[in-house]
């Protein structure tokens, strides 16, 4: 079974601040995690994901994320918020890679201060 | 080229009625998903096809709902009668795997409201 906490359902930074949005996960198998992103009125979109290999992962708009397997976390940071990043972020996790169910953790609704 | 597709977008429906969601996935994706938020709740799996086969339907909450996949293609999941519980967003997603496998591509999603 697999289970993912996302800490804090609502984040606020200033424009310009650093963006850390906290992903831990519970897994029996080698995860595979993901990043999720929901602006308003529009699908889930991919920001990236960890498969294998290097576990600092970047993804698209200056985004990136650390796997970190002694901590079970896959934090999401961005060194300086954009009014844009204003949006859901999801962390998710599954078993495998292509073919296997996404399980996901609560989402953290990201606020960006002018 | 062209992503999920899900229709409608939005749907109100009295409690008791009927309700049928699709879903178009991306060409040449073999797995389709469903999934529902329901609010402020975290996305929930529903279930998994595999062309035209159910994978795994673990996550289907009752005999209410009824998913099917015409010939690997589209998806449509019913839901019969409606109930006030079922209101959400539903959402569809697609991938590959073996060899250039991909992620999971989502849709929009279909607001569902039962009053």
């Known amino acids: 079974a697999q289970s993912v906490t996302q800490l804090g359902s609502h984040v606020s930074v200033s424009e310009g601040a650093l963006v850390l949005l906290r992903c831990n996960y519970s897994?029996?198998?080698?995860?595979?995690l993901f990043w999720y992103v929901q602006y308003p009125n529009q699908g889930l979109q991919l920001l990236l994901k960890?498969?294998?290999?290097?576990?600092l992962v970047k993804g698209i708009n200056g985004f990136e994320a650390e796997f970190k397997k002694s901590e079970t976390s896959f934090h999401l940071t961005k060194p300086s918020a954009h009014m844009s990043d204003a949006a859901e972020y999801f962390c998710?996790?599954?078993?495998?890679?292509?073919?296997?169910?996404?399980?996901f953790g609560t989402g953290t609704r990201l606020t960006i201060i002018p | 080229e062209a992503g999920v597709t899900q229709f409608p977008s939005h749907s109100v429906i009295e409690k008791g009625q009927t309700v049928t969601l699709r879903c178009d996935p991306i060409?040449?994706?073999?797995?389709l998903y469903w999934y529902r938020r329901v609010m402020g709740k975290e996305i929930k799996f529903l279930l998994h096809?595999?062309?035209?086969?159910?994978q795994d339907e673990s996550g289907m909450p009752n005999n209410r709902f009824l998913a099917e996949r015409t010939g690997g293609t589209y998806s449509t999941l019913k839901v019969q009668p409606a109930e006030l519980e079922d209101s959400g967003v539903y959402f569809c997603?697609?991938?590959?795997w073996g060899q250039g496998a991909t992620e999971a591509f989502f849709g929009q999603g279909t607001r569902l409201t039962v009053v």
């Open positions: 997603a697609s991938s590959t």
């Open positions: 897994s029996s198998v080698p995860p595979y």
């Open positions: 960890y498969t294998t290999g290097a576990t």
């Open positions: 998710a996790v599954s078993a495998n890679f292509g073919n296997e169910k996404l399980t």
């Open positions: 060409s040449g994706h073999d797995n």
């Open positions: 096809f595999v062309k035209e086969s159910k």
